[in-house]
């Protein structure tokens, strides 16, 4: 699994439980996630699994444990959403799947989505644009060298920042 698939793993965990996962969190559930081989869409199935059925605290090997049981069940998630096991998934599915995950739950569609997040909230670290001001670039060549355009999207180092902003919100956790 991705960074990002371990990150909305650990959003939907979030939304139950209140948990404020930081950096170190992310790694170590990408370690426990490597070792359990866990699939994305299962491993998302697997925290609502729990959560519907038990009070326990989450931790990875509870996942992977239902992923366990998951597998030799009659069919795992991912054959019915015709994913291939084990294989990253692109991250467009990863935010539709948040997405259906977040509607299912009447929650937030903050998690993956830069621009729920408020990307445009903070500088770019990129281009430098101010908060509130789109991205832009400098034309390279012609007439109008040096003008800044601004772009349709937000730089990705933009959202990543704060993707991990949200995710690392304790003091504990800044570097
Ligand atoms: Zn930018």
């Known amino acids: ?3 990002q698939e371990i990150r909305a793993v650990l959003a939907v965990a979030m939304a139950y439980d209140n948990r ?3 950096e170190a969190t992310v790694a170590a559930w990408a370690e ?3 070792r359990g081989r866990w699939a994305f869409t ?3 199935e697997a925290v609502h699994a729990h959560f519907a059925e038990s009070t326990a605290w989450l931790m990875p090997g509870h996942v992977t444990q239902r992923l366990r049981a998951m597998r030799s069940g009659p069919a795992a998630m991912a054959e019915l959403l015709a994913l291939p096991a084990g294989q ?3 991250p467009e599915r990863v935010r539709s799947i948040v ?3 977040a509607g299912r739950m009447g929650w937030v569609r903050a998690v993956a989505d830069p621009a729920a997040l408020g990307v445009l909230d903070q500088a770019c670290p ?3 644009a101010g908060p509130g001001r789109p991205c832009t670039r400098e034309i390279a060549r012609g007439r109008r060298r040096g003008e800044l355009v601004a772009l349709a999207a937000p730089h990705p180092s933009r959202s990543r920042d704060l993707a991990a902003a949200h995710t ?3 003091p504990e956790w800044t570097p």
């Open 126 to 128: 990129h281009c430098h």
């Open 1 to 3: 699994m991705t960074e």
């Open 99 to 101: 997405d259906a995950v």
């Open 168 to 170: 690392s919100t304790g």
């Open 88 to 90: 990253p998934t692109a």
């Open 20 to 22: 404020k996962p930081g």
């Open 32 to 34: 426990a996630a490597h």
């Open 42 to 44: 299962d491993a998302v």
